[in-house]
């Protein structure tokens, strides 16, 4: 009886004693919703949980929300694709160091229509500047997304200026995420950029379809970054780094090139390309 008495005693405090990583093995990510939308992520993850052990909880943002999110500390990895902004994160002192992981492209999508005559186009500079010229609706995500970031970028080279003086009721900012933004574009009949992962898992197409593609400058990289544990101490290092690790190896990288909607292949890793 002494026996059991004891070890009801002491189960709470062996319990309190375990080492917290292994009481919660996970981690949370902040990435975008490129990621999550285009279900790569539900086809990567369990791969890495059967392999480590390690729970990945995902919060899906657009990459300015997922950066500041990794800033405030509540997210232990950032998995993002604007690199202008992750290199700010990395000067900021938010990380040590940037992993470059897998690129696809972006996508001008449009009504099958085609109001702003753009169709089989390959230059998206042009096809912008025909679609301000004619007034065509058009859908921005409006949310500091890398999506966004990359929209914004694009009519600059086209020496429009939006959001500023050339902006018009033919152009509109919903401040969600991709698939919102490709939802309003077909009940709007308007144009909208979108990432070919989002696009190609996309159900509600309806007659929206492929304007412009092909351009270098639709280009769309992603990086994963572990949050720096000396900016914040709940960071889960090992854990971060382990899933980071796991990414950029040869197995992950094939996980990534595995996935595929219909036989069509929607990222293309390339962590062993120290220049993207």
């Known amino acids: 009886m002494v026996t059991r008495r004891l070890l009801l005693v002491l189960a709470p405090l062996m319990v309190l004693a375990l080492p917290a990583a292994a009481q919660d093995k996970s981690i949370v990510v902040s990435s975008t919703t490129s990621t999550q939308d285009s279900?790569?992520?539900?086809?990567?993850?369990?791969?890495f949980k059967?392999?480590?052990?390690?729970?990945?909880?995902?919060?899906?943002?657009?990459?300015?929300?997922?950066?500041?999110?990794?800033?405030?500390?509540?997210?232990?990895?950032?998995?993002?694709?604007a690199k202008p902004l992750e290199e700010k994160f990395l000067a900021e002192g938010?990380?040590?160091?940037?992993?470059?992981?897998?690129?696809?492209?972006?996508?001008?999508?449009?009504?099958?229509?085609?109001?702003a005559g753009i169709k089989g186009s390959k230059d998206v500079v042009a096809a912008l500047t025909a679609i301000k010229a004619k007034a065509s609706p058009f859908i921005s995500r409006g949310d500091n997304s890398g999506t966004h970031a990359a929209e914004l970028a694009l009519w600059k080279v086209a020496n429009i200026d939006i959001p500023g003086a050339d902006k018009g009721p033919w152009y509109k900012e919903i401040g969600q995420g991709m698939g919102a933004a490709l939802n309003t574009a077909a009940?709007?009949?308007?144009?909208?950029?979108?990432?070919?992962?989002?696009?190609?898992?996309?159900?509600?197409?309806?007659?929206?379809?492929?304007?412009?593609?092909?351009?270098?400058r639709l280009f769309n990289q992603y990086g994963v970054m572990l949050v720096n544990p000396a900016k914040h101490a709940n960071v889960k290092k090992e854990l971060g780094?382990?899933?980071?690790?796991?990414?950029?190896?040869?197995?992950?990288?094939?996980?990534?090139?595995?996935?595929?909607?219909?036989?069509?292949?929607?990222?293309?890793?390339?962590?062993?390309?120290?220049?993207?």
């Open 187 to 216: 009940a709007s009949e308007a144009y909208v950029l979108s990432d070919r992962g989002t696009w190609i898992a996309f159900k509600n197409k309806g007659d929206l379809a492929i304007a412009v593609e092909g351009d270098k």
């Open 39 to 47: 279900g790569l992520f539900g086809h990567i993850l369990p791969l």
């Open 50 to 81: 059967a392999k480590t052990g390690i729970e990945v909880k995902v919060v899906a943002q657009g990459t300015g929300q997922a950066l500041d999110t990794g800033r405030r500390g509540d997210a232990d990895v950032v998995f993002v694709h």
């Open 241 to 276: 780094q382990q899933f980071i690790d796991w990414l950029v190896s040869a197995e992950g990288q094939k996980a990534i090139a595995d996935y595929k909607i219909d036989g069509e292949q929607l990222f293309y890793p390339n962590a062993n390309d120290p220049s993207a």
């Open 94 to 115: 938010f990380s040590l160091k940037r992993y470059p992981v897998m690129y696809n492209d972006f996508v001008l999508i449009g009504p099958k229509n085609d109001p």
